[in-house]
C-alpha cells in the first residue's frame, strides 16, 4: 500500500469525523495527536527506508498502542467511526507502519 492510499483512507476519516456527532475535547485531542504522529511516521519512514533503527521502532510501537487505544474507545462510544479508524490501522500495517 502506498502513502497515497493511506492519505486519502486518512481523509475518509476526518469527513466522518466532521459529519459525525460531535466528539469529547478529550477523544478530540487524542486523534490530532494520532494525527500527527502518523504524519511523522510516514515521514521517518520516507527518509529512513533502508535503514530502521530502534527508536524508529520504538515509536512505531508506541503508535500502533495509540491507535489500538483510539479504536477500543470508538468502538464504545462512536460504533459507526470505528471502521473507519480500523482501515486506518489496516493501511498503517499493509505500509509497515
Do not use: C, W
Not at 55 to 75: H, P, Y
Amino acid at each position: 500500500m502506498d502513502t497515497n492510499t493511506l492519505k486519502a483512507t486518512l481523509a475518509q476519516l476526518h469527513s466522518e469525523l466532521a459529519s459525525g456527532a460531535p466528539l469529547d475535547p478529550e477523544l478530540q485531542q487524542l486523534l490530532k495527536t494520532l494525527d500527527q504522529d502518523i504524519h511523522s511516521a510516514l515521514a521517518r519512514s520516507e527518509l529512513s527506508k533502508e535503514s530502521a533503527d530502534e527508536s524508529q521502532d520504538d515509536a512505531l510501537t508506541a503508535l500502533n498502542d495509540s491507535v489500538q487505544a483510539i479504536e477500543a474507545r470508538f468502538s464504545s462510544e462512536y460504533p459507526t467511526l470505528s471502521t473507519a479508524l480500523r482501515n486506518v490501522m489496516d493501511a498503517l500495517g499493509k505500509m509497515g507502519i
